[in-house]
């Protein structure tokens, strides 16, 4: 039987700037799932019509910690940080993929792990989060976008205990390292046996080159892939000054194609149009 991967979905911070939503720091899109939840349905339903299997929920920033930071009290922010996580969860499901994924990333800025805010705090996040998923009924936790040896420990360490499907997805420094500095190798050990799928995801197209290959390899285990498509790094408000053309994005994922994931998408910058793309090369492509 020919090998068919999972279509990964692509950007919500993207798509919903270019709708004309203002995403303010700390919180991110994670208020447009209260105030503007019918542009983030309409999102996730245009990646499934393109071809998505997979959507993540729109989750980056739906937590207590950040809610505190945004000025809310203790009690509503946890308050505020559910209800946009529930109202995610129902807006990804509303738009009918193959597979609901309940997208954690880390616990500050994604681009910069050295913001990491120790073990106490992250603990606490995951774990809140984690149980608000499986409250949630998501198909798969999925760890995305993290960079930091330390966090990615701890968050494997609040799904030991669970059913779900565990998905983790990483974002690098270079070939041999996370973006915290740690080694990557360190990765394969901590997630023998506790995730289902190991994933490169918003590095951009020369990294991800640079390093898919190298934890294939040392991984041996199913895997994934779906870069942003900067030519540089984002910005971190996701802005991406200039993005890969379209000739090259379709080489690239052909290029991944081939080398047989069980995941593909595309990342920061892409929009449904990209993963109309992937679907239109993975048809070809089996």
């Not at 920033?61 to 809310?72: D, M, P």
């Not at 046996?193 to 991800?208: A, G, H, P, S, Y």
């Not at 994934?224 to 053309?245: A, F, S």
């Amino acid at each position: 039987m020919a090998h068919k991967p999972l279509i990964m979905d692509g950007a919500m911070g993207t798509v919903l700037k270019d709708r004309g939503l203002k995403l303010p720091l700390p919180l991110w899109s994670a208020e447009a799932n209260i105030t503007d939840p019918e542009i983030v349905s309409a999102v996730h339903r245009e990646y499934v019509s393109a071809g998505a299997d997979i959507i993540g929920t729109n989750t980056f920033r739906t937590t207590t910690w950040t809610y505190r930071k945004a000025g809310y009290s203790p009690k509503r922010a946890q308050e505020r940080a559910r209800s946009s996580l529930m109202a995610a969860v129902e807006l990804a499901r509303a738009a009918s993929p193959k597979i609901v994924g309940g997208s954690i990333t880390s616990i500050e800025d994604c681009y910069e792990p050295s913001l990491f805010p120790g073990r106490g705090i992250a603990e606490d996040t995951y774990g809140e989060n984690v149980n608000w998923f499986l409250d949630a009924g998501v198909d798969v936790i999925l760890f995305e976008t993290m960079g930091h040896l330390d966090e990615i420990e701890i968050a494997l360490d609040t799904v030991k205990n669970i059913d779900s499907k565990i998905w983790l997805s990483l974002i690098v420094q270079d070939k041999d390292h996370l973006l915290s500095g740690h080694p990557t190798i360190d990765i394969y050990k901590l997630a023998e046996n506790q995730i289902d799928c190991l994933m490169l995801n918003c590095n951009t197209i020369e990294k991800t080159d640079q390093t898919l290959q190298l934890m294939i390899d040392d991984w041996g285990s199913a895997w994934g892939v779906y870069p942003n498509l900067g030519i540089t790094e984002p910005e971190p408000d996701g802005e991406i000054e200039t993005k890969v053309d379209r000739d090259f994005f379709e080489n690239i994922i052909g290029k991944y194609l081939k080398m047989k994931p069980k995941i593909i998408g595309s990342c920061c910058g892409s929009s449904p149009v990209h993963t109309k793309i992937i679907k239109q090369l993975t048809l070809q492509s089996i």
